[in-house]
């Protein structure tokens, strides 16, 4: 089956600067790859999400990449905000509504 | 539109014990997947009803089954309780007509604790 790995686990940034996420998988036939935004106590919400016959999609501060060849697929969110801060997971899938194959997320807190 | 929902949201159980968990999906989806997320880690895929039967499964044990309703709400069963079934378990809805995929939209959870 498939396997998301997701670096790094922790990550602490300065308002206004960038983080960067990132996750590979292991099973060539994934082609949906969502991002999820997951505040404390809160449901995953999808923020972004990128299909294998895209490079890069991006939404106003976030942006996604996709290298399909080596197998590893990026979160960039530009111009961090305080509302940044909370856990993001990154996924992969065959299909938008199927199984779902979940990395262990990053912890992402943005200091004032 | 009226988005997913999950009862209960809290629940303690004891080892041993039976639980039924529900989720009423968005209004318009006709599938539902259920996810175990365990605290600290990412969701793990349990299984996922279309047009109620079950269309797939992940690596978890048959006393983890479920059931959906014409109205594509669904419940998750678990039978003989253990401590590592202590979880949130989500649900997510999305509507799947032939080629067509649509994004899964969570639920709130429900928190489980079993002791």
């Known amino acids: 089956g498939e396997n998301v790995e997701q670096h790094p686990s922790t990550l602490s940034v300065q308002e206004g600067d960038s983080a960067v996420i990132k996750c590979t998988y292991s099973?060539?036939?994934?082609?949906?790859f969502p991002w999820y935004k997951q505040e404390l106590g809160k449901r995953p919400q999808l923020i972004i999400d990128?299909?294998?016959?895209?490079g890069e999609k991006k939404d106003q501060r976030i942006a996604v990449t996709l290298n399909k060849t080596a197998k590893h697929f990026s979160l960039h969110i530009t111009e961090t905000q305080p509302e940044d801060s909370a856990v993001y997971f990154c996924?992969?899938?065959?299909?938008?509504?199927?199984?779902?194959?979940f990395g262990a997320g990053t912890t992402v807190t943005v200091r004032a | 539109e009226t988005g997913v929902t999950q009862s209960p949201t809290h629940l303690i159980k004891t080892r041993g014990q039976q639980v039924t968990l529900r989720c009423s999906s968005q209004?318009?989806?006709?599938?539902v997947s259920w996810y175990q997320q365990a605290l600290g880690q990412g969701p793990q895929f349990i299984f996922q009803y279309y047009r109620e039967e079950e269309n797939g499964r992940g690596n978890f044990p048959p006393r983890f089954s479920g059931l959906q309703f014409p109205n594509y709400s669904s419940e998750l069963n678990v039978n003989a309780l253990e401590l590592d079934d202590s979880a949130l378990y989500l649900c997510?809805?999305?509507?799947?007509?032939?080629?067509?995929?649509?994004?899964?939209?969570f639920g709130p959870g429900t928190r489980l604790l079993v002791l």
């Open positions: 997510a809805s999305s509507h799947s007509w032939g080629r067509s995929q649509e994004t899964q939209y």
């Open positions: 209004s318009g989806h006709n599938t």
């Open positions: 996924a992969a899938s065959e299909r938008n509504d199927y199984k779902l194959s």
């Open positions: 099973d060539s036939a994934s082609n949906y």
């Open positions: 990128i299909r294998s016959n895209v």
